[in-house]
């Protein structure tokens, strides 16, 4: 498909950097064009088709899925599970991402920029490990955090019975998340603050300045790009994570349902994949939605820079 | 007031490198002074602890008459004029030079006009609403110094401050430093590699290497009279002439020349003691013919420097027991017009007065005219 869109040229010499020429370079990238085709594009335009289907894992309509048109948008956006749900994915992201995970780890770097040796390799390390376990694993460990009985946190702080999970699952699955995330931000802001000159720093020290004024005269200002950037990854993965579901499974009542979650819970365990596809394709949406504000930030800057 | 007296001030860095010795040094009020010496000397490190960023291991720093050495940079009234500038690039240039004044809390309308004023005296009014990548590099440098300024500290530190500027704006910036700081009057310190930028800036120079302080003087004392042979090698965009010698009765025996005792070294010296001869090439007059009391040798290299020539004569080193005759350079500054070829044998007559002796590396003086007069007194008859 792609060789036909784009004729090879005859013997003249290959004008890219490489000097592979336009044959060859298409050689390279066929292969990863065929999988990106055969496992996003197809699914994606598959997932658009099934919205507007009332197809389901069982009975008839599993058969036989017909075409409903916008039925099952109309349906989701009147729903209130649907809003409950979004709701609390707006807080997911906001507590989890946006302050904890973005906020924490930029403390951590900030207060480890200049030291070197044994603490910071320490820290760091433990950061990266609570990034780098696997999910179920991870989940197993918070649910013996928390537990109400047994639970590692009541031992520590003298107070058993305290049920988290069930009085509060929107803020362990918060907590959950921050500690979970919290090594990709330290790291990249541990990077970029790599990037603030010394003499700038110091300039402003020289001046009088307080941390805070340090930060807000010299340090955010130059590393603004990669707040926003920072911003805009850790909000899309958290805006579809999964993970909170291996701790609370969006409960009780559906109090931590979280936009992915119930859509694992509309489309498998209720079996509407019709519904639960439209949601997904709406979900997708707020995404693109979330991308193109925090590009739009960061297309500002430039021109502004 | 505004002096700068360190006192057995020490730097030992983690892991144990020890980049500021027990090192006493005073820097007069109003005076202009250079901190010279090869990387690594301990210069920056020096300024650094004055400015309070890095902090003293051991000894103390007063400005005037506080004693400052505990002191966080932000308290010590010093402003600093970083090699790379430091200019906010997300500001304008009315607010980086306004941004001591604004942490200062001084008010906008206030602080706009002194920014103002400030970036009057230095040239710069039309620029205030750019950015700092919007200028060039000599402009930048304006902006940084008067940021110093605006603020009225009792010192201002510079490190390495025409280091950034392409060559010929070099000269001009130096020139326009030099008649800022005797315009303001206040007490200035620079860092610098460059032994002519010292000596062409400052009131008075600091030659340091590893960590301690090897002289310290007007650039004339400097110049003419290195404390060591240390110094003498550093400063002078030529190398002073440094050549083993032995004493011969009243004279001196130096590249199988006999050449007179330098006035100094009379008395100072036993007969048959081994010295080494320091005479600078500016201060050596080239021969064509032969004439008495010279160094002589064949012509081995002539480098055009413009108005004058660098001469290389290469001569018969000192006949000792180790080394057995050896050859030795004797460089010349030759004016233009009279510059010899490669292959002519000449003749290199020092001019009286201008040589040198040092004895295991440290000038041979006559203990009663020592040689170079205290620093205090040099500051007092300037000012």
């Given at each position: 498909m792609v060789e036909g869109a784009r004729p090879v040229t005859g013997a003249s010499p290959a004008p890219d950097a490489a000097g592979l020429g336009r044959a060859r370079a298409t050689g390279f990238l066929v292969p990863a064009m065929v999988l990106i085709l055969v496992f996003l594009v197809v699914p994606a335009a598959w997932t658009i088709y099934l919205g507007v289907t009332n197809y389901r894992l069982t009975g008839l309509a599993a058969a036989h899925p017909e075409v409903v048109g916008l039925d099952n948008y109309t349906r989701a956006l009147g729903d209130e599970r649907f809003r409950t749900s979004l709701l609390l994915t707006l807080q997911f992201v906001l507590g989890s991402a946006v302050i904890g995970q973005a906020g924490l780890g930029f403390a951590i770097a900030f207060a480890l920029r200049d030291r070197r040796g044994p603490l910071r390799r320490v820290v760091e390390g433990f950061v990266l490990l609570s990034w780098i376990l696997p999910s179920s694993v991870v989940a197993f460990l918070w649910i013996a955090l928390l537990d109400r009985d047994a639970g590692t946190l009541n031992a520590l702080l003298g107070?058993?019975?305290?049920a988290w999970l069930l009085d509060h699952p929107m803020l362990s699955i918060i907590v959950f998340n921050t500690w979970r995330g919290t090594a990709f931000s330290m790291m990249l802001y541990a990077a970029a603050l790599e990037n603030v000159p010394r003499s700038h720093l110091e300039t402003a020290r020289l001046a009088g300045a307080s941390t805070w004024q340090q930060l807000r005269d010299v340090v955010f200002p130059r590393i603004r790009g990669h707040v926003l950037t920072n911003l805009l990854l850790i909000s899309l993965w958290t805006f579809n994570d999964f993970a909170p579901f291996l701790i609370t499974a969006g409960g009780p009542e559906q109090r931590s349902e979280i936009l992915p979650v119930y859509v694992y819970k509309v489309a498998l365990?209720?079996?509407?994949l019709g519904f639960g596809a439209a949601i997904s394709f709406v979900m997708l949406l707020i995404n693109l939605v979330i991308a193109l504000v925090y590009l739009r930030m960061l297309g500002r800057r430039k021109e502004s820079a | 007031m505004s002096a700068i007296t360190m006192r057995e001030l020490t730097k030992v860095y983690p892991g144990g490198v020890r980049a500021l010795d027990a090192l006493d040094l005073e820097i007069a009020d109003g005076e202009f002074f250079a901190l010279l010496g090869p990387s690594g000397c301990g210069k920056t490190t020096l300024l650094r602890t004055i400015a309070g960023l890095e902090v003293a291991s051991g000894g103390s720093v007063r400005i005037g008459e506080r004693d400052?050495?505990?002191?966080?940079p932000g308290k010590r009234d010093v402003a600093m004029v970083f090699q790379d500038y430091a200019l906010f690039p997300h500001m304008t240039v009315r607010d980086n030079i306004a941004y001591p004044l604004r942490i200062k809390k001084v008010d906008r309308r206030s602080r706009g006009s002194k920014a103002a004023d400030t970036a009057d005296e230095l040239g710069l009014s039309g620029l205030l609403e750019r950015r700092p990548g919007q200028l060039s590099g000599g402009q930048q440098q304006r902006v940084a110094l008067a940021r110093a300024m605006a603020c009225h500290p009792q010192v201002f530190l510079l490190d390495e401050p025409l280091s950034n500027l392409d060559a010929r704006l070099r000269l001009e910036a130096r020139t326009f430093l030099k008649r800022l700081q005797r315009e303001l009057g206040v007490t200035t310190v620079f860092v610098t590699h460059d032994q002519a930028e010292a000596l062409a800036l400052a009131d008075r120079i600091a030659v340091m290497e590893g960590g301690r302080i090897r002289q310290v003087g007007t650039p004339t004392e400097v110049f003419r009279?290195?404390?060591?042979t240390f110094v003498a090698g550093f400063i002078g965009s030529t190398p002073m002439n440094l050549i083993d010698a032995r004493v011969r009765g009243d004279e001196l025996s130096v590249a199988r020349a006999g050449l007179p005792l330098p006035d100094d070294a009379r008395g100072q010296v036993t007969d048959g003691e081994r010295l080494v001869y320091g005479i600078r090439p500016e201060y050596l007059d080239y021969s064509p013919t032969a004439v008495p009391g010279a160094l002589t040798g064949e012509v081995v290299v002539v480098e055009n420097l413009g108005s004058v020539s660098l001469v290389s004569l290469d001569v018969p080193g000192e006949d000792t027991e180790e080394t057995g005759p050896g050859r030795t350079s004797v460089q010349v500054v030759v004016a233009e017009g009279g510059e010899p070829e490669p292959g002519d044998t000449g003749w290199a007559v020092p001019r009286p007065g201008r040589s040198l002796l040092y004895r295991d590396g440290n000038l041979v003086t006559a203990a009663a005219t020592a040689g170079v007069p205290a620093p205090r007194a040099d500051a007092a008859a300037r000012s």
């Open positions: 107070i058993p019975g305290t365990s209720g079996g509407e | 400052v050495t505990n002191l966080p009279r290195p404390a060591n």
